[in-house]
């Protein structure tokens, strides 16, 4: 029974350890998880597997942005399911991740909070787990004294029941120890720091926990690199780098890659150091480790300096500046110190005490509202009744306000309108951050592979550099899809914002409906070389010249001729042989406007769907094939012009959009 308990603990702290990739886990990519989530029904389950998705990108290299949200998703669920221990399990996550990006005021504020709800529910696991974070917080920003004191409470805990194991052997006691040891190496006791890192490796040899061996290993191949042990440096390195592995713990073996970098280069074996280094380099950037980052960028800094490749030294020193002013910004570290214990707990019962001051007087005045709503109600009904006799000159003003009303009405639903127009445009806005990313990344990835391809072939390792030149297409052919979709979308977007500036002039609408006709059928077959239509045109030659800006009403003729190809288009793949794809484009003159009709013998437009077709985003094509802003764009253009645009259809049969302008 012992030995079953010390493993159920061992596995908690293993899944809460800060850097690490959940042991649950294991292989399975985000969307299998995001596949699991879909077809979840139990809101605890859901919770959890959002958890778990928001560790994937916080430590598989999607960046923070995605982890916060998924994060937010889950505690949103387990505050409505009303479950505090799961609540206050997705917090502490929240608090590592704010340490693990930089953000330790943030990271130190939510662990307080933390270690008082942890308190309030007797959870004596997490209470050991928040303290321990506020530890690593103080030890990212530098004060180190104050992580020390930390730890040392921690070792104060292990005299209680909870966490021992008959007063010895426990996983508490290896994570005491462990760092314990790094807080002593921070404050140069070399001393203390060997003897509480061969204590853990003891017990992590003892319990033969690969989870625990894959710390205690790293921890003393750092050790050893840090007093020139060369030898025993290597060896626990690489022991480290196996073990992390082993348990998917892949921020130990990011940093055994760089203790290796260090062996090599204090033993002038300047092609491992420099493989490793790179490794470190590249490993921490996809795992977005500004730490790990930091660290290799300097090393390799010095690996160049010393070959006398002074303009990748000054790169990458410039890197490591860059990122250890972001972690260890004075700003933020002021900010830290300011923050103490027992005035962030007085700060946090002072504002449960204003929350609760604020219910009650919302409580007062929602009472004191029906009160007054109640008064009106009899006001208004003595009004009312009073009135009566004036019936008729009542419903006069009625018919009056109701007129208003209707109009104000309809002026409302156009503010909502663009509105919401607004709001989805900064959301879209805000995705395609998404894309951007994934083309930074993967384009310096790339960029770090053609070095190593360059090497390896000039070792003549040429089944090695094929290998890399596979994953350097496959880096361009991601770089190419997500750089389209941005594109489109910016496009769209900025297309659908943007007034014209243009000036109006004389211009020959016979001639732009046959050069974008022919324009829009030659793009199609450049990106479609099975694409087949007939076009023709029927225009009324008498028309003069039309006061207009071409460019718009050129891009208005374009997507409306685009959308008539991509209607018959469709049509073609299910109709028989004897169907003949055909678009038209007309123009005359009708009781002094200029008429431009643009027909196709398509699929038409389902009835129940005309009445959305002009309202931005709205798209009947396949997602990703089209924006749902053109018809939007194109209504907002002809309005601007004084003239209208209406459409006529029948499903099954084609459609026919028809422009209105003023011929002058």
């Known amino acids: 029974m012992k030995k079953i308990i010390r493993s159920v603990i061992c596995l908690f702290f293993l899944c809460t350890m800060r850097h690490s990739v959940s042991a649950q886990l294991g292989t399975r990519s985000i969307d299998s998880l995001r596949n699991n989530l879909s077809k979840e029904k139990n809101d605890s389950l859901k919770a959890m597997l959002l958890l778990k998705i928001g560790n994937q990108f916080a430590y598989e290299?999607?960046?923070?942005?995605?982890?916060?949200?998924?994060?937010?998703?889950?505690?949103?669920?387990?505050?409505?399911?009303?479950?505090?221990?799961?609540a206050l399990s997705i917090n502490y996550?929240?608090?590592?991740?704010?340490?693990?990006?930089?953000?330790?005021?943030?990271?130190?504020?939510?662990?307080?909070?933390?270690?008082?709800?942890?308190?309030?529910?007797?959870?004596?696991?997490?209470?050991?787990?928040?303290?321990?974070?506020?530890?690593?917080?103080?030890?990212?920003?530098?004060?180190?004294?104050?992580?020390?004191?930390?730890?040392?409470?921690?070792?104060?805990?292990?005299?209680?029941?909870?966490?021992?194991?008959?007063?010895?052997?426990?996983?508490y006691d290896f994570m005491v120890y462990n760092n314990l040891a790094s807080c002593y190496q921070d404050m140069k006791q070399t001393d203390s720091s060997q003897h509480y890192r061969q204590m853990a490796f003891s017990l992590s040899m003892k319990a033969e926990d690969p989870g625990l061996l894959a710390l205690s290993t790293i921890s003393l191949g750092d050790f050893y690199l840090t007093n020139n042990q060369l030898d025993s440096s290597l060896l626990y390195n690489r022991l480290a780098v196996h073990y992390g592995q082993l348990v998917g713990r892949?921020?130990?073996?990011?940093?055994?890659?760089?203790?290796?970098?260090?062996?090599?280069?204090?033993?002038?074996?300047?092609?491992?150091?420099?493989?490793?280094?790179?490794?470190?380099?590249?490993?921490?950037?996809?795992?977005?480790?500004?730490?790990?980052?930091?660290?290799?960028?300097?090393?390799?800094?010095?690996?160049?300096?010393?070959?006398?490749?002074?303009?990748?030294?000054?790169?990458?020193?410039?890197?490591?500046?860059?990122?250890?002013?972001?972690?260890?910004?004075?700003?933020?570290?002021?900010?830290?110190?300011?923050?103490?214990?027992?005035?962030?707990?007085?700060?946090?019962?002072?504002?449960?005490?204003?929350?609760?001051?604020?219910?009650?007087?919302?409580?007062?005045?929602?009472?004191?509202?029906?009160?007054?709503?109640?008064?009106?109600?009899?006001?208004?009904?003595f009004i009312l009744f009073r009135n009566n006799r004036q019936k008729q000159k009542a419903n006069v003003v009625l018919e009056n306000t109701l007129s208003n009303l209707r109009s104000t009405q309809a002026q409302l639903v156009q503010s909502e309108k663009m509105a919401g127009l607004g709001e989805l445009t900064a959301g879209i806005a805000h995705e395609i951050q998404n894309p951007l990313n994934f083309v930074n990344n993967f384009s310096e990835i790339s960029n770090e592979l053609i070095d190593e391809m360059k090497e390896e072939l000039s070792k003549g390792n040429v089944k090695e550099a094929k290998i890399i030149a596979g994953d350097i297409k496959q880096n361009l052919e991601k770089i190419n899809h997500h750089g389209k979709r941005a594109d489109s979308i910016v496009k769209g977007m900025l297309q659908h914002s943007r007034s014209s500036t243009g000036q109006k002039e004389p211009a020959d609408i016979n001639a732009l409906c046959d050069e974008y006709l022919r324009l829009a059928f030659h793009g199609l077959r450049?990106?479609?070389k099975s694409f087949q239509a007939n076009f023709k045109t029927i225009l009324d030659h008498s028309i003069n010249k039309v006061n207009i800006v071409p460019q718009d009403i050129g891009r208005v003729l374009l997507n409306l001729i685009?959308?008539?190809?991509?209607?018959?288009?469709?049509?073609?793949?299910?109709?028989?042989?004897?169907?003949?794809?055909?678009?038209?484009?007309?123009?005359?003159?009708?009781?002094?406007?200029?008429?431009?009709?643009?027909?196709?013998?398509?699929?038409?437009?389902?009835?129940?769907?005309?009445?959305?077709?002009?309202?931005?985003?709205f798209t009947t094509k396949p997602t990703g094939s089209g924006t749902g802003l053109g018809l939007s764009l194109a209504y907002d253009i002809i309005k601007a012009h004084g003239g209208k645009l209406n459409v006529t259809t029948k499903e099954g049969e084609g459609t026919q959009f028809i422009i209105q302008l003023p011929n002058h």
């Not at 960028?297 to 972001?326: C, E, V």
């Not at 005359?588 to 008429?595: A, F, S, T, V």
Request: charged letters at 20%; proline letters at 3%.
């Open 93 to 171: 996550r929240l608090a590592s991740m704010y340490n693990v990006t930089g953000n330790f005021p943030a990271s130190l504020k939510q662990s307080i909070e933390n270690l008082r709800q942890s308190t309030a529910l007797k959870d004596s696991n997490l209470i050991f787990f928040v303290k321990r974070e506020i530890m690593w917080t103080y030890k990212g920003t530098g004060d180190y004294s104050k992580a020390l004191e930390i730890c040392l409470e921690l070792k104060n805990l292990l005299q209680f029941p909870f966490y021992s194991a008959n007063n010895s052997d426990s996983p």
């Open 61 to 86: 290299g999607n960046g923070p942005d995605s982890a916060y949200a998924y994060y937010q998703k889950a505690l949103d669920i387990a505050s409505e399911i009303k479950n505090p221990h799961l």
């Open 526 to 528: 450049a990106r479609d």
């Open 250 to 381: 892949y921020d130990i073996v990011r940093e055994a890659y760089l203790g290796l970098a260090g062996v090599f280069e204090h033993q002038k074996k300047t092609d491992s150091a420099f493989s490793y280094a790179r490794l470190a380099f590249s490993k921490n950037k996809v795992a977005n480790d500004s730490t790990g980052m930091g660290g290799s960028a300097l090393m390799l800094s010095k690996l160049f300096a010393q070959a006398n490749r002074y303009d990748s030294a000054y790169h990458y020193l410039s890197a490591y500046q860059a990122i250890n002013a972001n972690l260890v910004s004075r700003e933020k570290i002021n900010k830290v110190q300011s923050l103490g214990f027992n005035e962030l707990i007085r700060q946090n019962e002072l504002a449960q005490e204003h929350k609760e001051a604020i219910q009650q007087y919302q409580t007062r005045l929602k009472v004191y509202s029906l009160i007054a709503g109640l008064s009106l109600l009899v006001l208004i009904t």
């Open 562 to 617: 685009n959308n008539a190809f991509y209607a018959v288009q469709e049509k073609a793949k299910t109709a028989g042989e004897g169907y003949s794809p055909t678009v038209t484009v007309s123009t005359q003159k009708e009781n002094g406007q200029l008429i431009i009709a643009v027909a196709d013998n398509g699929t038409g437009i389902p009835q129940q769907l005309i009445d959305k077709i002009f309202q931005p985003f």
